[in-house]
């Protein structure tokens, strides 16, 4: 008879070599009467704490101004941070548009602190098209939304980095005149574990050349004729071209992906809008019909079927295949119980069959 020590290792998964994660809309509504709480962050961060204890690696949450949706993500990550230890904690994606490099640059690195080094942060612009409606509360942008993103993406990883930004007068408190100073406090780390958000090929060479991850999501600008994942493909090699031309390796590509694994027939009732959107998408793309903001684009498949579908569909991804890290996008505007239990089949029935475990 075999012993356990002689038999063979368990073949590794089709994507073994990827993180495993999941982006969140988490909300802040459902505030007490009190005005003290919100049942929303509540069930946030119970499904942060939920991920962990499965086993999954990374959790992001969603970045959103005006909407019921996160708008101030930071404190809630460091809370998240204190109800797990392993879990990789960041977001997809803070939109640079809205942010001052220098106090952004304290509060990652703050959080970065609390968290105990476990942040990973998605930053990008945002959709430009839409930006008139923030201009009240955020100001207007009269250089154009481009090129401030661009700006404020410099100088926080500059800030990140450890640049000097100023030097102390005879006035300044706590330090001597003539003292450098920077951006406090300073994570060495933390600048290699910022990522763009970026859908172009031009976007993802402009991440490679900074030395900064790729993040990419569930659509993708191209033109037509070609699928979703060929068009993926081609920016993640562009980005690790870039990366490597100069001088920072592989660099890191995260890549997220809507799926809708069934646990049991009423699975499909909870996902049956989401399952005629995609339908809807995907025939709009075949009709070269399918864009934002006038912008062609193509939409990931959005699987609905059982952990084994899902799984094997995943698997012939070669975009995924080129990839670090694989990202379950959790729908929007549905109950806490079906948001957790599509994390749940994820993680207890899709992910072990990409594993391999």
């Given at each position: ?257 809507q799926m809708l694994p069934v646990a049991d027939p009423a699975d499909l009732e909870a996902f049956a809008d989401l399952i005629e959107r995609d339908r809807s998408r995907q025939q709009a793309m075949r009709e070269g019909g399918a864009g934002i903001g006038g912008m062609a684009v193509a ?23 080129a990839a670090d890290e694989l990202v379950l996008a959790l729908p929007f505007g549905h109950p806490y119980p079906v948001v957790r239990k599509i994390l749940t089949t994820w993680a207890e029935q899709v992910v072990p069959l990409l594993r391999g475990a």
């Amino acid at each position: 008879m075999t012993s356990p020590a002689d038999s063979p290792a368990p073949a590794a998964g089709p994507l073994a070599h990827l993180g495993m994660g999941f982006l969140a809309f988490v909300d802040h509504t459902g505030i007490d009467a009190a005005g003290g709480r919100s049942h929303g962050l509540d069930d946030g961060l119970d499904l942060f704490a939920r991920a962990e204890s499965m086993g999954l690696d990374n959790g992001y949450v969603r970045h959103r101004h005006l909407q019921d949706y996160l708008s101030s993500p930071l404190p809630f990550l460091a809370v998240a941070g204190q109800r797990t230890s392993t879990l990789t904690l960041g977001t997809a994606l803070i939109p640079l548009r809205f942010e001052n490099a220098g106090r952004l640059a304290e509060d990652l690195a703050t959080t970065d602190l609390l968290v105990g080094g476990r942040l990973r942060i998605g930053v990008g612009s945002g959709y430009a098209k839409q930006d008139h409606v923030n201009e009240r509360a955020f100001g207007p942008v009269p250089e154009g939304v481009r090129p401030r993103v661009d700006a404020v993406l410099h100088d926080l990883l500059d800030f990140v980095g450890g640049e000097q930004v100023s030097t102390a007068d005879e006035y300044f408190e706590t330090e001597a005149e003539g003292t450098p100073l920077r951006i406090r406090p300073q994570v060495a780390s933390l600048r290699s574990r910022i990522a763009y958000g970026a859908g172009s090929v031009a976007s993802a060479e402009r991440a490679g050349k900074l030395g900064i991850g790729l993040q990419v999501s569930t659509l993708q600008p191209g033109e037509a004729g070609r699928s979703f994942e060929e068009l993926q493909l081609a920016v993640i090699e562009a980005y690790r071209a870039a990366s490597r031309a100069a001088g920072h390796g592989e660099g890191h590509v995260s890549a997220s992906r809507q799926m809708l694994p069934v646990a049991d027939p009423a699975d499909l009732e909870a996902f049956a809008d989401l399952i005629e959107r995609d339908r809807s998408r995907q025939q709009a793309m075949r009709e070269g019909g399918a864009g934002i903001g006038g912008m062609a684009v193509a939409f990931g498949r959005v699987v609905a079927d059982s952990p084994e579908a899902v799984a094997a569909f995943l698997a012939e991804d070669p975009a995924l295949a080129a990839a670090d890290e694989l990202v379950l996008a959790l729908p929007f505007g549905h109950p806490y119980p079906v948001v957790r239990k599509i994390l749940t089949t994820w993680a207890e029935q899709v992910v072990p069959l990409l594993r391999g475990a």
